[in-house]
């Protein structure tokens, strides 16, 4: 038995398992799973923060990757689990193969898996946006949280592919509109041609990653510049 209180009315009640968190009194899947104090001695609680904290900045990073509105409804629900899952296998990468590797692996995933929305005229999703969503996701767990721990995240976001959206595709001067247009050849032209604007610009002191994050602060916060 697992007990649980429920956050919006603070009924407590016991259920079967830790999926059942279903509040009987106000009917809300807001039930927070109580430990007894032998529990939480044993309990190694960091395990379950971790986990939570990445579900939930995956989350927000898909949410503002914008991909969501070209997809079927229900895409959510798919892509959140696979989305988790590969970011737990990339906290144990060795080299960039092992980030190429999972990458190609998602994209492929979601190229299959989750469909446009209707009134859009193509039958599957593209390369490219079903990269945005992984490069998102790694941008804000690997680069924005420095999840797992510094050292690891300082060790593999030099091998992370940039996020490519419209403000990246107008820099890349590439004649590349739209991202339903971009298939894996274009995307990884793209992701070569910023390789190169930050040779010639930038001395090669700088990771796909941070050259993302100038660009949107040029684009998005000119009142602050
Ligand atoms: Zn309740």
């Given amino acids: 038995m697992v007990k649980f209180i429920c956050f919006e009315c603070n009924y407590t009640w016991e259920g079967k398992s830790a ?3 279903k509040c ?3 009917n809300r899947d807001t039930g927070i799973r109580m430990y007894s104090d032998d529990e939480v001695i044993e309990k190694d609680f960091y395990r379950e923060v971790m986990e939570a904290k990445v579900k939930n900045i995956i989350n927000i990073s898909l949410n503002i ?5 070209n997809f079927s409804t229900r895409s959510k629900e798919l892509i959140l689990p696979k989305l988790f899952n590969t970011i737990n296998k990339m906290f144990e990468m060795e080299r960039r193969e092992d980030y190429v590797e999972l990458h190609d692996e998602f994209c492929k995933w979601a190229i299959k898996n989750i469909k446009p929305v209707k ?4 039958s599957r999703i593209s390369w490219g946006q079903a990269a945005k969503i992984i490069d998102v996701a790694t ?3 690997f680069y924005y949280s420095n999840i797992p721990d510094q050292e ?7 091998w992370f592919n940039s996020p490519i959206d419209r403000f990246m595709l ?4 590439m004649n590349l509109t739209s991202l339903t247009n971009i298939d894996k050849e274009k995307y990884e032209l793209c992701q070569k041609k910023i390789i190169e604007l930050i040779e010639d610009y930038y001395n090669n002191k700088l990771y796909p990653l941070e050259f993302d994050d100038l660009i949107w602060s040029y684009n998005k916060h000119r009142l602050l510049n």
């Fill in 19 to 21: 999926e059942d968190n």
């Fill in 24 to 26: 009987p009194k106000c």
């Fill in 65 to 69: 990757s914008t991909m969501l509105r």
């Fill in 119 to 122: 009134t859009q005229t193509t």
């Fill in 139 to 141: 941008k804000f767990v």
């Fill in 152 to 158: 690891y995240a300082k060790k593999v976001i030099k």
């Fill in 170 to 173: 107008q820099t890349l001067k």
